[in-house]
């Protein structure tokens, strides 16, 4: 449940992603020394971004599945207590 809540953020990878298509696409700032990629080429990054995502998934599988979750019974509240893999690789 933690999503992309930070618009700082947000706006951030938004800005970096338009800067660098800005740089590599707009003939005026081409004049720097740039020159546009063919779209095959953007492809070589996709490997790379799926290793990624698989495997920050598969660690925080992980981490649900080595931390305890325990309900008070007097109150009802429910304690989630992390687990090693959790406390040293959560940011």
């Known amino acids: 449940s933690q999503g992309m809540r930070n618009p700082i953020m947000n706006f951030a990878l938004i800005f970096e992603v338009l800067l660098g ?4 696409y707009v003939l005026a700032i081409n ?6 990629l063919r779209f095959t080429h953007w492809f070589c ?6 290793a990624i995502i698989v495997y920050d998934e598969i660690r925080k599988y992980c981490m649900r599945q080595t931390s305890s979750i325990t309900t ?6 429910t ?3 992390p687990g090693w893999l959790e406390r040293f690789t959560y940011y």
């Open 21 to 24: 298509a800005t740089l590599c």
């Open 31 to 36: 004049s720097i020394g740039t020159r546009p």
């Open 72 to 77: 008070d019974k007097i109150s009802g509240r």
């Open 45 to 50: 990054a996709m490997p790379f971004s799926a």
């Open 79 to 81: 304690v989630r207590n």
